[in-house]
């Protein structure tokens, strides 16, 4: 079964024969695919009614019998600490911490969330996760960073907060972060001196860790 390369990248952190949440599943595609190709156990679940039919139909068409689904929002109702890894991809940070906020866990957690990366990274941290694996994809012209959370603390640096204690040492994620600053460089040329600042000041920290990673 073909799925797009961020799921493959995804799929790729989970073990075989694991049994797995994938929360906010939509199309249920990546369901499918853990069920087919490594005999997962997989509870599919999601919000939205009608993306949830979507799901249901799409595991007819696959003929997968180890895909159940629920409607449900984020995890409510269900006994994560009874699964070995949790999946929530395309959503924004502030949902994905409401999903998980007050909630009893399983040890692993995979998220590719849309936005506030360095926030979600602090709100993991501040739950008792570290971070085991972190990848930069680029799939379709579009990037995405996919973080593997494994429950145990472990410190970080600013840095790794921000760019990630893996990624901050991808080059070409740097490059990216550095090309998104200097968008926001050009929106703020007009704004009060303290906003331009503070952009100025991370294009300043960001170019020094890149010189360093170039040496
Ligand atoms: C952009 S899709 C991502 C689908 C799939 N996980 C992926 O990465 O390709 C986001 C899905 O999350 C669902 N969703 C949003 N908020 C949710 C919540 N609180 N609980 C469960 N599902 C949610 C939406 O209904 C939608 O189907």
């Known amino acids: 079964m073909k799925i ?10 989970i073990e075989d024969n694991s049994k797995v949440i994938d929360c906010g599943c939509d199309h249920g595609l990546l369901s499918i695919y853990l069920a087919l190709e490594k005999n997962c156990n997989v509870l599919a679940t ?3 009614e009608n993306a949830l039919d979507n799901a249901i139909n799409n595991i007819r068409k696959y003929k ?3 895909v159940t689904t629920k409607l ?4 409510d109702n269900i006994d ?6 949790l999946v929530i991809a395309g959503m924004g940070t502030m949902t994905i911490k409401h999903i998980l906020e007050d909630k009893e866990l399983c040890d692993n957690i995979i998220i590719s969330s849309n936005n506030q990366i360095p926030e979600l990274r602090e709100f993991m941290f501040s739950i008792g996760y570290h971070i085991d694996n972190e ?3 680029t799939d379709k012209g579009k990037q995405y960073i996919i973080i593997k959370f494994v429950k145990g603390k472990k410190k970080y640096s600013k840095i790794d907060i921000e760019y990630g204690p893996i990624i ?4 070409n994620y740097l490059i990216y972060e550095l090309e998104k600053l200097f968008e926001i460089r050009e929106k703020v040329k007009y704004s009060k001196f303290l906003v331009r600042y503070k952009v100025e000041r991370k294009i300043k920290r960001l170019n ?3 010189n360093k990673r170039s040496q």
């Open 72 to 75: 449900t929002d984020g995890i």
């Open 64 to 66: 997968v019998d180890n």
């Open 208 to 210: 020094k860790l890149i």
């Open 168 to 171: 901050k040492d991808d080059i």
């Open 80 to 85: 994560v600490i009874n699964y070995d890894v």
């Open 4 to 13: 797009s390369k961020r799921l493959n990248v995804i799929a790729d952190l």
């Open 135 to 137: 990848l930069f994809i």
């Open 46 to 48: 999601d919000i939205n």
